[in-house]
């Protein structure tokens, strides 16, 4: 239902898309390799691969990662197509301060490394899963000491912010999650109607914490994997008519 209206036109196509089997789809790390490259070690081991974005390449035929060539060497990361459009977003250049606000397990913080030599922090409220950012890093040979990462609340940054502004900012907040159901069905399951409410809260806390921790001129890309409009425009409505 609440699919249905806040999105009239597209429901059911939106709602079929989430039976669907997900594709594997890989990002090219830039700085190892291109994707032509990648795609012509994947074909040299039969793995069929057709380019998607920028830097995506749809695996065909999905198997496990571990065993596509490139892997261990960090060619690439895996990230869903849509997931791929964020860091770009940010217009990062060589030399910025960026702040990736609830980052792990460190997709779009690595893809953010990739574009740029900026002086990155990633914050994430695990420990558990701001070790899968470290472990990613690594393996995509991005790790030293102009990236950075901490275990913090994203709502309370004066417990790991040094005080210095931030070029960019990016608040990949927590929300229902229900725009990846066809990745994690349990959400279908899981989910329930106040959890929206629930988790626009803790968004609303997220974005006004992390506002005044960028510099002036600078950019705060706000994102979510939800479909509802509770998380997203009546979010970044409410935000504007404070600010």
């Given amino acids: 239902g609440r699919v249905e209206a806040d999105h009239p036109h597209d429901w059911q196509r939106i709602l079929d898309v989430g039976n669907e ?7 090219v790390n830039r700085r ?27 695996v065909t035929t999905p198997r496990p990662v571990t065993e596509l060539p490139g892997f261990a060497e960090g060619a690439f ?20 301060r960026v702040l990736d606000a609830c980052a792990a397990p460190g997709g779009k913080t690595s893809h ?14 695990d420990a558990g899963r701001i070790e899968r950012v470290r472990e990613n890093l690594a393996r995509l040979r991005l790790a030293g000491p102009s990236i950075r990462t901490a275990v913090g609340d994203a709502g309370a940054p004066a417990a790991w912010w040094d005080g210095q502004p931030f070029d960019r900012i990016l608040a990949d907040v927590p929300c229902t999650a229900s725009g990846v159901v ?11 109607k106040s959890d929206i409410a629930s988790f626009a809260a803790q968004q609303q806390r997220i974005l006004a914490a992390l506002w005044p921790l960028l510099a002036p ?4 890309l706000y994102t979510t994997c939800s479909l509802f409009a509770a998380e ?12």
């Fill in 21 to 27: 089997r997900p594709p594997l789809t890989l990002r």
């Fill in 32 to 58: 190892a390799t291109t994707r032509d490259a990648v795609a012509a070690a994947m074909a040299a081991a039969d793995v069929a691969t057709m380019p998607v974005g920028a830097a995506g390449l749809i």
């Fill in 77 to 96: 990361s895996v990230q869903d197509a849509g997931a791929q459009l964020a860091a770009p977003l940010l217009g990062v250049r060589d030399g910025m």
């Fill in 112 to 125: 953010v490394a990739e574009l740029a030599d900026v002086d990155l922090l990633a914050v994430d409220s």
């Fill in 182 to 192: 066809r990745r994690h069905p349990d959400i279908k399951w899981l989910r329930r």
């Fill in 217 to 220: 001129g600078g950019c705060l």
């Fill in 232 to 243: 997203n425009e009546l979010q970044i409505k409410d935000f504007l008519s404070k600010h």
